[in-house]
T-cell receptor, first 115, second 109 residues
Framework: GAGVSQSPSNKVTEKGKDVELRCDPISGHTALYWYRQSLGQGLEFLIYFQGNSAPDKSGLPSDRFSAERTGGSVSTLTIQRTQQEDSAVYLC?????????????FGPGTRLTVT | GQNIDQPTEMTATEGAIVQINCTYQTSGFNGLFWYQQHAGEAPTFLSYNVLDGLEEKGRFSSFLSRSKGYSYLLLKELQMKDSASYLCASYTNAGKSTFGDGTTLTVKP
């Protein structure tokens, strides 16, 4: 079946512009995660959606970052007034949360470059 | 708070066994995952431990001690394709995950 998809795969933007990153999770997966990964670094947790519950936004680095998940499926991560330090690979993952944590399936990521 | 520690780099020889350790301090700990990530690719799931003990999946095994906040990933019969970054991740009972910075494993002939 189809895995997690993300678009665009690459995005180059000028400092100060807004960007939107999209994630299509695996159908039926109730949990969706956004992470950021800088070159040679681990995954930095950004935000987590679980079903219809309020999202856990505790990892968002600033108020320039926001995310939505419409209809419990597609999610959009928005970065306003981008800065050069926002350059990274943004990874989305989904999991089937029946009880407790579930294995996460990752998308291919969006490589964001802010010039 | 959440804190994950694992070695930055390890080197091993093809055909050998290597153990990658991970220690964690996680409030509301629920389980621990190991992921493999090849350069330029997304992480892929390797194993998941909730209870103390060893979970074996082919050449890969993972161990968990909840009382010690400790886990390890054991890779047997190393192959060149096992050269990758190995990420340890703890999960809370609310589903939130914290990843370590990863251990870069280099397998040499």
């Amino acid at each position: 079946g189809a895995g997690v998809s993300q678009s665009p795969s690459n995005k180059v933007t000028e400092k100060g512009k807004d960007v939107e990153l999209r994630c299509d999770p695996i159908s039926g997966h109730t949990a969706l995660y956004w992470y950021r990964q800088s070159l040679g670094q681990g995954l930095e947790f950004l935000i987590y959606f679980q079903g219809n519950s309020a999202p856990d936004k505790s990892g968002l680095p600033s108020d320039r970052f926001s995310a939505e998940r419409t209809g419990g499926s597609v999610s959009t991560l928005t970065i306003q007034r981008t800065q050069q330090e926002d350059s990274a690979v943004y990874l989305c993952a989904s999991s089937l949360m029946l009880a407790g944590a579930g294995e996460q399936y990752f998308g291919p990521g969006t490589r964001l470059t802010v010039t | 708070g959440q804190n994950i520690d694992q070695p930055t780099e390890m080197t091993a020889t093809e055909g050998a066994i290597v153990q990658i350790n991970c220690t964690y301090q996680t409030s509301g700990f629920n389980g621990l995952f190991w992921y493999q990530q090849h350069a330029g690719e997304a992480p892929t799931f390797l194993s998941y431990n909730v209870l103390d003990g060893l979970e074996e999946k082919g050449r890969f095994s993972s161990f968990l001690s909840r009382s010690k906040g400790y886990s390890y990933l054991l890779l047997k019969e190393l192959q060149m394709k096992d050269s990758a970054s190995y990420l340890c991740a703890s999960y809370t009972n609310a589903g939130k995950s914290t990843f370590g910075d990863g251990t870069t494993l280099t397998v040499k002939p």
